[in-house]
């Protein structure tokens, strides 16, 4: 993988068109992810933020445009090579193993190579709950301790790039307000994250960039406070 230049994006998308079947959802997307940053993508339901997502995990290959990763051209890289190069996704629903115990789904995240110590000391560091949790069912847990263990399972990896679609969906706003507290956190020791949410509030505080995207276009990119007044025009389509 090539050295980043200092203003080198460690993600990015350019004129991304992708398509399901014969609709297409993204009509030439570009987005760009720098180093240890935290980047929002925003914008109402249907607008292609969640299909943005999948072209840049390698779940769905773009019709037309370039996925890059430190520079390199990773379009239609599929997403367990992606894995493998630092692109950990945590998707919609958690993507935790509801029937194991929450040490047994930090187990399964060793086959990334890494020791199981190596796991547990960054979940229960992270997400000191979990710890308290280590052994009761998965499918158990509040949908907040659900959502922590599928992120922390993400980063035993120690991902490059961390990928997340609506942290939010479904907690309860004291439950996201801490979440989206150890976003910043890992953010700031270097990891690059770009998240996908459609309550735009609750991310903008940790967010570096904010894009906002509405029927498969990013209309507008800028810091939190520069799109915060074209965020109500943008949802209710104006």
Known sequence: MSALGDNEPLLELRGVRAAYGTIEVLH???????????????????????TALKVACGLLSPTAGSVLLAGRDVTGVKAEELARAGVTTIPEGKGIFPNLTVRENLLMATYAGVTMGHVESIAYERFPRLAERRSQLAGTLSGGEQQMLAMARGLAADPAVLLLDELSMGLAPLVVEELYGVVGQIAASGTSILVVEQFARTVLGVADVAAIMVNGLVRRVGTPAEVEEELSAAYLGG
């Open 28 to 50: 030439g997307v570009d987005l760009s992810v720098p180093p240890g940053s935290v980047v929002a993508l925003l914008g109402p339901n249907g607008a292609g933020k969640s």
